[in-house]
């Protein structure tokens, strides 16, 4: 089962359009602050699904959520690919929501049940880091596929296209996972228990104080990185432009080599990093305290970014972007370790999705905000909201962590 979990992650995310989404959308005349709307309006409606496909996850069957997640991310690629239309784009935009909406929550649910049939749960973080690192290993691959086709092409098109291909596989997958993995229990819930599984974990995540707080710090830091990563770019074609290589090539050509490379350094970065972020929260102490240190490194960075973006050292600026990514796929499993060992099974995809909810809804808010204020910034310092903010950010959830700590009796 871990190799089809590993499978499941690898077909994800070769989302070709992944390392060239921003460019894309820029290409079909849309500005930044349009941009991040639609941004904002993927997450919002991801928000507001989450809860309720998550109970659907937990009451009809988790493999066939996420064969309906694959469906709708199929439908979403293709509309993604025909059309300039705005509308169109808002309504594939939806589309993509509602595969985000199935999915996230869903399938670690299914990861987690499967490890506590093999009396496994110790591993949550462990095995949630190897399946997340082959995520990052697609990735890498993906982006490489990516750049050989707009270089070869000039053109953005094709690879929502081809990304529904994939997707469409991952629905082979899944029909191979065992039919025990659909519910938490031999006992399929109805209509009303799946309502009031739905009503007492959302509960659960709000009055429960070891809940509240890694969800809280999933919608900041998630939301943060959600909201700007993608920025790098911008940042990228900005260097393209500047650099002297190359010089014979068109400037889409030019950007495609460039973000090939970044990306596929950042991907393989991120792989390493998910995937040894088991033993890095083991020699931090635990989870909570590695979450801590990580918040720490997270307002470090931010800092640099802007010293980056402030001076002319962007490569500084890239680093920036390529280190916040990195410490993203430290800081998901563990996260996801924390929420897991407090939500309870029965309602594990329920909880989950509560999870993802919040850090969609701090996409939602973040994004609108970074691009009104980056289409507002003179373009020298085009990308300096997205460091301030992200250091009010961390500086905040430093300051609530300490003081979470004084006030609550440790359990290290």
């Known amino acids: 089962m871990i190799f089809r979990f590993c499978l499941y992650g690898l077909l994800k995310n070769q989302r070709y359009f992944a390392p060239f989404w921003i460019l894309a959308f820029l290409d079909k005349g849309l500005t930044f602050a349009l941009i991040g709307l639609l941004i904002g309006f993927r997450e919002i409606c991801v928000a507001l699904l989450e809860i309720p496909t998550g109970a659907v996850a937990d009451a009809v069957g988790r493999r066939w959520a996420m064969i309906c997640s694959h469906v709708a991310y199929v439908v979403a690629f293709l509309t993604f690919g ?6 169109a784009l808002f309504v594939a935009m939806f589309a993509f929501s509602i595969g985000e909406a199935f999915r996230t929550g869903t399938h670690k649910a299914i990861i987690f049940s499967w490890l506590k049939s093999q009396g496994r749960e110790k591993e949550k973080t462990h095995i949630y880091g190897i399946t997340r690192s082959w995520s990052q290993i697609g990735s890498a691959i993906s982006v490489i596929i990516a750049a050989t086709i ?28 065992p039919k025990s993995l659909d519910f938490s229990s031999d006992k399929k819930p109805g209509r009303q228990e799946a309502m009031t599984m739905l009503w007492q974990a959302t509960l659960q995540c709000l009055t429960s104080r070891n809940l509240r707080r890694p969800i809280t710090e999933s919608m900041a830091y998630e939301g943060m990185y959600g909201a700007s990563k993608d920025y790098l770019q911008p940042l990228l074609q900005n260097v393209a432009l500047a650099l002297p290589l190359f010089a014979a090539w068109e400037t889409t050509q030019r950007t495609a080599i460039l973000i090939a490379v970044v990306y596929a350094i950042l991907y393989i970065l991120g792989s390493f990093a998910s ?27 931010f800092a640099l970014l802007l010293l980056g973006t402030m001076t002319n050292w962007t490569g500084l600026a890239i680093v920036s972007f390529v280190v916040l990514a990195v410490m993203q796929n430290i800081w998901r499993p563990i996260l996801i370790s924390r929420v897991a060992d407090e939500a309870d099974d029965h309602a594990m995809a329920t909880v989950l999705s509560v999870e993802s909810q919040a850090k969609s ?32 950010i961390s500086a905040v959830a430093l300051l609530t962590s300490r003081a979470n700590k004084s006030a609550v009796p440790s359990h290290d």
């Open 82 to 87: 025909f059309t300039s239309s705005i509308l």
């Open 150 to 177: 707009v270089f070869w092409l000039e053109n953005y098109t094709v690879i929502f296209w081809i990304s529904a291909i994939p997707a469409a596989m991952n629905i082979v997958n899944f029909l191979g996972y």
């Open 275 to 301: 995937r040894y972020s088991g033993p890095m929260a083991l020699a931090l102490g635990n989870e909570q305290r590695a979450a801590r240190y990580l918040w720490l490194a997270y307002g470090a960075t």
């Open 361 to 392: 809804l701090g996409i939602s808010i973040l994004a609108p905000i970074l691009g009104l204020a980056i289409d507002a910034m003179p373009t020298d310092y085009q990308f300096a909201p997205i460091a301030l903010l992200g250091m009010a």
